[in-house]
């Protein structure tokens, strides 16, 4: 197969941008070293690059949103700091500061469960600084044994009560606190897809980038763990938080039981959700479209109200190096959007497997599927020429997104990791008429 000029000049800058990537992330794992667990402070830092593409596929018609059939490679790469310091008995400040730099696929729209989670709804082609997080966590022992934790990025080592309480204030990502999974949560080691590593229907508070201000309790008492929040809202949907106010907010429970099966550990989490805003109705809106012969827009037809849901989390070890995860989550679908993604409905589930079988303990490998719905309100709004948070078409026949996900992760180093990813999706955007896609990724992760 014969390049062209352009092909053959991306593909040599990707190359490049890889390679240097790699000798930064080398120099860095032998520049710095992390505080033993007794310090007062902390400093470390990761490097994640992205690389992604995908083939040209049938796509008879596009909108404003679609993913592009013969779009480009596109690549993302964030560097993070983390610093933490002990704050009295038992309390702790981190302070992470990040440089981004690139694209999603398509600019971030295109599919619901979009296949980059190292992309942000907002990129830039040159670097930028954000603050991420800033937050205070402060840990209250009840009683029980003393149980040991591992130093990691915003998490000082050390021991504590396994009963306790856990105070967090802030800004921070809900996600660092509710509906994680040891097996699929973090784009920057296991999954990439959104739906794999979130439930896909868990609207949760959030800016462009991810993160917004809010508090968190959790209360930690043998088998079971309590969690409560609450947290801003963005000022409208899809939007960045420029300031701190709760006049716009999210309120999430969740609840989470330990358990053996076999004699391998296991978690079932149920969370639960209400944002409370102004959002649009997709029936207002389709019906405002067509007494004025337009296209529908829920930004016309937004009103004071709520939208709710729910998520059921499974997260349980088989065998000492292989690990099953699932999540089923459904979300009120008769109203926008407001944070996430356009996802009613969800169901993801997959297997983690470390590479003792072949003699590579730190390497990984990782398969999952998702499909995701829209409810029938949504699906009228979308077929009318809508637009959401990340899918539209301009018109649509509907059939569940069905993406299947893979990926090798191969230990370079202690602190080094490269991954190839792979991803199946089949409808993309909910839209028969599109697709399907087969995306590509390379991950250069490291630590240090």
């Given at each position: 197969m014969s390049l062209t000029?352009?092909?053959?000049?991306?593909?040599?800058?990707?190359?490049?941008q890889l390679c240097l990537s790699a000798y930064f992330a080398l120099l860095c794992s032998n520049a710095m070293a992390e505080p033993g667990g007794d310090s007062d402070w902390s400093l470390s830092g990761q490097l994640t690059n992205i690389t992604q593409g995908h083939n040209t596929f049938h796509a008879p018609y596009g909108g404003t949103n679609s993913l592009t059939p013969e779009g480009p490679t596109e690549e993302t790469t964030d560097i993070t700091l983390f610093g933490g310091w002990r704050v009295g008995k038992n309390g702790e400040l981190w302070v992470n500061t990040e440089i981004d730099q690139g694209f999603g696929l398509n600019n971030t729209v295109g599919m619901a469960a979009f296949p980059s989670g190292g992309a942000y709804k907002i990129g830039a082609n040159t670097p930028y600084l954000r603050l991420p997080r800033m937050f205070v966590r402060q840990t209250i022992s009840l009683d029980g044994e003393q149980e040991k934790i591992e130093a990691a990025a915003n998490q000082f080592g050390g021991s504590r009560s396994a009963n306790n309480l856990i105070l967090t204030i802030g800004k921070f990502a809900v996600v660092d606190v509710f509906d994680t999974n040891a097996y699929a949560h973090d784009p920057r080691a296991d999954f990439l897809n959104w739906a794999m590593i979130d439930a896909g229907a868990f609207d949760y508070a959030a800016d462009s980038w991810g993160y917004t201000y809010g508090a968190a309790l959790e209360w930690?008492?043998?088998?079971w763990t309590l969690r409560g929040g609450l947290f801003e809202l963005s000022p409208e949907p899809n939007a960045k938080i420029n300031r701190i106010g709760f006049d716009k907010y999210s309120i999430i429970g969740e609840a989470e039981m330990r358990h053996t099966w076999h004699g391998h550990p296991g978690k079932t989490k149920l969370t639960a959700f209400v944002n409370r805003a102004p959002m649009g109705s997709y029936d207002d809106a389709t019906t405002l479209a067509q007494s004025n012969h337009a296209v529908p827009d829920t930004a016309l037809v937004r009103r004071n109200g709520s939208r709710s849901g729910a998520v059921i989390n499974i997260e349980q070890e088989l065998a000492a190096d292989v690990g099953l995860f699932a999540r089923l989550s459904a979300s009120d679908g008769s109203k926008e959007t407001y944070e996430f993604t356009d996802v009613?409905?969800?169901?993801?589930?997959?297997?983690?497997?470390k590479g003792d079988r072949w003699s590579r303990h730190d390497d990984t490998i990782g398969i999952a599927a998702t499909i995701d719905q829209l409810s029938g309100a949504a699906r009228s709004y979308f077929s009318a020429g809508g637009l959401g948070v990340l899918i539209g078409d301009g018109k649509l026949d509907y059939g569940p997104e069905r993406v299947w996900e893979s990926y090798y992760a191969m230990k370079l180093q202690s602190r080094l990791t490269l991954t190839a990813d792979y991803q199946y999706a089949v409808n993309p955007s909910y839209n028969r008429d599109r697709g399907p896609v087969s995306l590509y990724g390379i991950r250069l992760h490291v630590e240090f």
């Open positions: 000029f352009a092909q053959k000049t991306r593909y040599d800058r990707i190359a490049g930690n008492q043998g088998n009613d409905r969800s169901l993801s589930a997959g297997l983690s497997i």
